[in-house]
């Protein structure tokens, strides 16, 4: 949940050019003129990358539908509506970040992983994927480099259907069928992310400067494009191969992921 119950808040921040609203080009934008997200920070985030000490760059950002919703439970505890600040809190939307290393918006082709969150792999390690592994590689090879950016995109949990979805495919995986076969036996596209919110977040932070995109999927390099993100090349990023998500790896690879022969 995000909001400004106390409108003071967000007028600070827009004077210290903390808070910034965005057209779809990344442009900023003012006065009445609705934008297409907005964005935060930079929030510093120490973390530690090879047992090295680094200042991360946080930028949260969120698209202006989705924060339009939680301003007007907001309103409503303004007012003083009876359970209003209970419904706020229930209230969600997808907040995505960036986590810039220093430098990044300085850097010509930076390196930039745009990663889809996955809670089982990110967080609680599960090796069925091999998104952890690809987080911690790509934040290794960034710092190596001098710099980089990683976006993680909060909404595309299960590439866009959630957290309960994704757990009913886990199932119908271990009954037989693929990654994408799952998805489609619930009704559901294979692949239903949104990368157009993550290009417009990256062409405001390096002004339209190209990048180096890991990643193994053709796919995704054709969306930033198309919405605007200039890409010089895209790197491959294989890491936490095991035998449990092989079949997962061949799968993608099936699809068309750049991913080595020999899997």
């Not at 209003?84 to 850097?107: C, E, I, K, Y």
């Not at 390690?125 to 950016?149: I, T």
């Not at 990643?215 to 890409?231: D, F, T, V, Y």
Request: glycine share 8%; net charge neutral.
């Amino acid at each position: 949940m995000f909001s400004y119950v106390d409108q003071s808040i967000r007028k600070l921040l827009l004077k210290k050019h903390q808070l910034v609203d965005l057209d779809k080009s990344g442009q900023e934008i003012s006065g009445g003129a609705a934008p297409f997200i907005s964005i935060l920070g930079p929030v510093t985030i120490p973390r530690l990358i090879d047992g090295e000490e680094v200042p991360l760059e946080w930028y949260p950002f969120v698209r202006r539908v989705e924060l339009a919703h939680v301003l007007d439970a907001a309103n409503e505890v303004r007012s003083g509506q009876s359970d209003a600040f209970r419904a706020l809190l229930q209230t969600n939307m997808s907040v995505n970040s960036v986590f810039a290393l220093p430098g990044f918006r300085d850097m010509n082709e930076p390196l930039v992983r745009i990663h889809s969150c996955c809670l089982t792999g990110d967080i609680f390690g599960s090796m069925r994927c091999d998104c952890g592994p690809q987080l911690e590689a790509a934040l290794r090879m960034m710092k190596q480099e001098g710099g980089g950016a990683v976006v993680y995109m909060a909404g595309h949990e299960g590439r866009g259907i959630g957290l309960w979805a994704k757990a009913v495919t886990y199932l119908l995986q271990d009954a037989g069928q693929d990654t994408y076969e799952a998805n489609v036996s619930l009704g559901l596209p294979e692949d239903s992310r949104d990368f157009s919110d993550a290009a417009t977040a990256l062409r405001y932070l390096l002004n339209d400067t190209p990048i180096r995109l890991l990643s193994n999927n053709p796919q995704k390099r054709e969306h930033l494009e198309k919405n605007g993100q200039a890409i010089s090349k895209a790197v491959s990023l294989v890491s936490g191969v095991n035998d449990y998500n092989i079949r997962y790896l061949r799968s993608k690879r099936r699809k068309g992921h750049k991913l080595p022969d020999d899997l």
